[in-house]
């Protein structure tokens, strides 16, 4: 696997102006599963905006609704009550024709499609959608093979002969092919050895930059998150408790973020990190 790309030198995305729209939109969101004494509610009156350039990490303890809300984002999951607008359109129309160009998503394992080869899974969305010759979605496909580190030869491979790193970059590489402006990622870097975490941090930081997109991951993994995120917001108590720069929200006194921070591999994850003009941004 190699330790650099193409796109590793790239600027970084220039953020979005403060008037614009956000990119998501979250309001006054209720999500509430099962019925009479079986009913719960996982999102109480939740708000979210996600600006254009942003990598936003969602944090928070399990079963706070992090994965849930990146699948309302995708319109795969509707909210009980409340809004949710991505590109200025309500993110149940996603789930149409054409989400693929719109938002796309890195499942925690990959998701690959496991009767098709590489090149065939990275292309799918692009000849489900009929516009293309198969050569141009050939082409299209390759180019985004390229684009996440991988070669031509990688393309006739099954994802069963894959490494985990390689599956991350297949799978990246298909949730990129409609070159979507809002990638959504759950738990990128699970399931990677460190150095392959490294790597594939750095392969999204670079494209990041070069194809100004905007992020939302769900992470556990605090190199992870102090890798990538320009902003972390935890979930608790059912909504956003704190929001800003990783290592202004890591200061919070709430006891989720000072265990989750705080514990031996937070001040371990922080230690390297050099503050920057960004974490002085008032949480
Ligand atoms: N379709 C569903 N029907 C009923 N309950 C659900 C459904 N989807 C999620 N839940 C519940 O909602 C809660 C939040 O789930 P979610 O997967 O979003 O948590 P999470 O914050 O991603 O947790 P983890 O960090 O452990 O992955 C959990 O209690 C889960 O069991």
Redesign the pocket.
């Known amino acids: 696997m190699p330790d650099s790309t193409p796109l590793q030198q790239a600027a970084p995305a220039k953020p979005a102006a403060a008037h614009e729209p956000p990119v998501v939109d979250v309001q006054g969101l209720w999500t509430c599963?099962?019925k009479g004494d079986a009913a719960?509610t996982?999102h109480q009156d939740l708000q979210l905006r996600v600006q254009r350039g942003e990598m936003l990490s969602l944090v928070?303890?399990?079963?706070?609704?992090?994965?849930?809300?990146l699948r309302q984002i995708l319109g795969l999951?509707q909210p009980t009550r409340g809004q949710v607008t991505v590109l200025g359109r309500p993110a149940r129309e996603i789930g149409r024709a054409g989400a693929a160009s719109r938002v796309g998503m890195l499942f925690q394992h990959g998701a690959l499609f496991s009767a098709f080869n590489v090149l065939d899974n990275v292309a799918f969305a692009l000849r489900e959608q009929g516009t293309l010759p198969d050569d141009l979605v050939r082409d299209a496909a390759l180019v985004k093979l390229r684009m996440v580190g991988l070669e031509p030869g990688h393309a006739a491979r099954m994802p069963a002969d894959l490494s985990g790193g390689m599956v991350k970059r297949v799978a990246l590489a298909r949730a990129l092919i409609m070159d979507p402006p809002l990638l959504l990622l759950d738990e990128p870097t699970a399931g990677l050895d460190p150095n392959s975490a490294d790597d594939f941090c750095a392969l999204l930081r670079a494209l990041h930059a070069a194809l100004g997109l905007t992020v939302v991951m769900?992470t556990?993994d605090l190199d992870t998150l102090f890798a990538l995120s320009t902003r972390v917001a935890v979930?608790a108590e059912k909504k956003v408790i704190a929001s800003g720069a990783p290592r202004t929200v890591a200061q919070c006194a709430h006891p989720f973020i000072a265990q989750f921070f705080m514990g031996e591999r937070g001040r371990r994850a922080m230690a390297p990190v050099q503050a920057s003009a960004a974490d002085k941004e008032p949480i």
């Open positions: 599963f099962g719960f996982v928070g303890g399990s079963g706070t609704g992090k994965t849930v809300l999951t769900v556990h979930l």
